[in-house]
């Protein structure tokens, strides 16, 4: 059984329907309440990040299975300018914008998996997994 | 098309036999919605725009919409499609109305020029050019009808998720519930601050136990809200932060450090009473 869903994340309406089709797989691989808002939080905040600091782009969210375990993938792609240092911009509280600086980081601290990848001029992709 | 149409002069010749060829076309068709429209009211639309229809050819032919002569024509056809957009009509029945007009300008063409076919095709191609014409601009006013319902629904949406009650003598509280995305979180802090200079209130309580998640940005509205009560005098309690929320708080790092939170309204009253020096004491019995 592997489900995936492509969505495209352009503005923050889809930002919403990131969040309620990530709300809806959650719930469907059975992830505890907890499980499910930490997830849906982690997508939430990378969708923002794909709206506001990628210029847009497009999330992948898939039911996986490995060892017998099941979990949902979140891939968020984007086109846009990429990231100079991954290490800065991994530290809490620290943002290029306006915001409180802890997206990236919280994700991470919030699934299970962080995988993160760009390059300036490459656009960012960030690929999160949380294991029920 | 360099020969000069004749339609004008047709559309004014047989004006009568088109428009009962084209009621006919309507009734007959799905589009009419007894549920939605009268038959009284829809032939009552259909002899306008017909009228309108045959004056606008008439000063300035079927080239173009766009021309002056054609204004009337395009405000009661916008009228009509945003009407038919706010009564429930589906797109294609509204374009239905413009579209069934085709088939009697195509009998009355085909019928006055059977001996010449040149002529005949070339006139069918201009009632069709100008019909869809017609049609698209239909399309186009009916979904900026959809568009300013949904619009009005939103700001309605809008107002009514944010009320802020007032508790008690100088104690209001703003319930929230639902997504905070910025556009309402925006509302919210404008009427919480509007309310607390017209109470001169000096405790809020921010309840968020219909809040489902809270992310940074979420939590950066809500700091900044406290902030800016605080600047007024007043100071804020965050209640209803369900178990769920708390734990994703913590790992995503984000602190309400200097913020009072309490975790339900009951507990968020009582402190409130307490701040602006009342007491809740039981009746003895």
């Not at chain 1, 600091?53 to 996986?64: E, T």
């Not at chain 2, 000069?4 to 589009?31: C, H, T």
């Not at chain 2, 009355?108 to 100008?130: F, M, R």
């Amino acid at each position: 059984m592997t489900r995936h869903e492509k969505i495209e994340v352009r503005s923050s309406d889809d930002v919403v329907k990131v969040r309620q089709r990530v709300r809806a797989l959650a719930v469907e691989a059975g992830f505890s309440l907890v499980d499910q808002t930490k997830i849906i939080t982690a997508a939430s905040e990378l969708a923002r990040n794909t709206v506001n600091y990628g210029g847009g782009g497009h999330a992948i969210v898939s039911l996986v299975k490995s060892n017998g375990r099941t979990g949902l993938r979140l891939v968020f792609e984007d086109r846009g300018p990429g990231i100079t240092d991954i290490e800065l911009a991994m530290q809490d509280g620290y943002s290029t914008g306006a915001g409180l600086g802890l997206g990236l980081s919280g994700s991470r601290r919030l699934m299970h998996e962080f995988e993160i990848d760009s390059a300036p001029g490459q656009g960012t992709k960030v690929t999160v997994t949380r294991w029920r | 098309m360099s020969t000069k149409s004749n339609l004008p002069g047709l559309v004014r010749r047989y004006e009568k036999e088109i428009f009962k060829d084209w009621m006919k076309e309507q009734l007959a068709d799905f589009s009419l919605r007894a549920d939605l429209i009268s038959e009284t009211e829809l032939r009552g639309q259909s002899a306008q725009f017909l009228e309108t229809f045959r004056e606008a050819l008439e000063a300035d032919g079927p080239a173009s919409i766009k021309g002056r002569s054609w204004d009337e024509l395009r405000t009661s056809l916008e009228e009509i499609s945003k009407s038919r957009a706010r009564l429930g009509f589906s797109p294609s029945e509204t374009a239905t109305f413009v579209f069934s007009l085709k088939q009697p300008l195509f009998a009355l063409v085909q019928k006055e020029y059977e001996s010449d076919p040149k002529v005949l095709s070339a006139e069918l191609w201009t009632i069709n050019l100008l019909i869809d014409k017609l049609g698209i601009f239909t399309m186009e006013c009916f979904h900026k009808g959809r568009e300013e319902v949904i619009k009005r629904q939103q700001d309605e949406m809008l107002e009514l998720s944010t009320p802020v009650v007032k508790i008690w003598d100088q104690i209001l509280a703003l319930p929230l519930i639902g997504t905070l995305d910025s556009a309402r979180t925006q509302v919210v802090m404008e009427s919480l601050l509007q309310e607390i200079v017209q109470t001169s209130s000096m405790v809020a309580i921010i309840d968020i136990t219909g809040v489902p998640m809270v992310d940074t940005l979420v939590a950066q509205h809500l700091i900044k809200t406290v902030s800016a009560a605080r600047l007024m005098g007043a100071e804020c309690i965050i209640s209803g932060i369900r178990p769920q929320i708390a734990q994703t708080m913590v790992h995503l790092g984000v602190t309400f450090s200097d913020i009072a939170t309490k975790a339900t309204l009951a507990d968020a009253i009582r402190s409130a009473f307490a701040a602006v020096g009342c007491r809740v004491v039981r009746r003895e019995k």
